[in-house]
């Protein structure tokens, strides 16, 4: 089963018979499911795991590649969360409590932040003002994005010690500077300068090499906690490996997507 963690539906729906079609012909497996999930939306997550649940008996692979990048502006969702925090940190973070069981099941599950070497620009305050910033504006495009990087290694931590003693591994990546449709919202005029640089970025398919590795390579199965570049494992800046504010970004995160007493924990 293929899960496409999209924000876009739009774009989504107008590729989504071609991208099956090429899956399949590539693989030659024509057991591909595809189903479709809106991250940026807690009801969406909600509502996409309740299906899963009922329709899976178990998960092997979380891969969390969702993801925008806002220029200089944010904007908020429905459910009073900053879009950008809520497409790449909140949504994933709130679906993979709601399938946890599931991945417990597996014989070796993995999840897997798919994050960036951007993470080293962002940050988090220590009263964790800026954990889901409302008000917001930045003379440095795609801050938000930085910070949102900054924090899905966190929890790639914190929810690795949470599971130590699992058959469950969790772990972040670097997959290089890709050419996806996240740069669409390069913000004018930069878009101009931008495009010729663009040409130079990996594609998709080679973009996607470290995450392969980090999903199915057997030395990994006993790996958790770590941040991997180029298929190695890189020390990651010690201000994001702060144990006390990854607690404390965790606890309120659980806030954030409105975890309730009778769902899965993590």
Known sequence: MAINLSNNQNQLNKNITGSIKEIMG?????????????????????KF?????????????????????QGFNNKSTADNLEFTMATNCFGPFLLSHLLIDLIKKSDQGRIIFVSSKLYRLGYIRRDLSNLNPLKYFSLFPVQLYN???????????????????????VNALHPGVVDTGIWRNVPFPLS???????????????GARCTVYATITPELETVSGKYFRGCKIEELHSRVENKEMQRKVWEKTCELVRLTPEDPKI
Request: glycine share 2%.
């Open 26 to 46: 590539e693989t030659n497996n024509n057991n591909l499911i595809l189903k479709n999930i809106d991250v940026s939306s807690l009801a969406s997550v909600r």
């Open 49 to 69: 795991a309740q299906d899963i649940i009922a329709t899976e008996p178990v998960i092997d692979v979380m891969i969390h590649n969702a993801g925008v990048a």
């Open 147 to 169: 910070q949102s990087k900054f924090v899905e290694i966190m929890y790639t931590q914190e929810m690795a010690r949470r599971l130590a003693g699992t058959r469950i591994t």
């Open 192 to 206: 101009i300068p931008f495009k010729p640089i663009q040409m130079c970025f990996r594609t998709p398919k080679e």
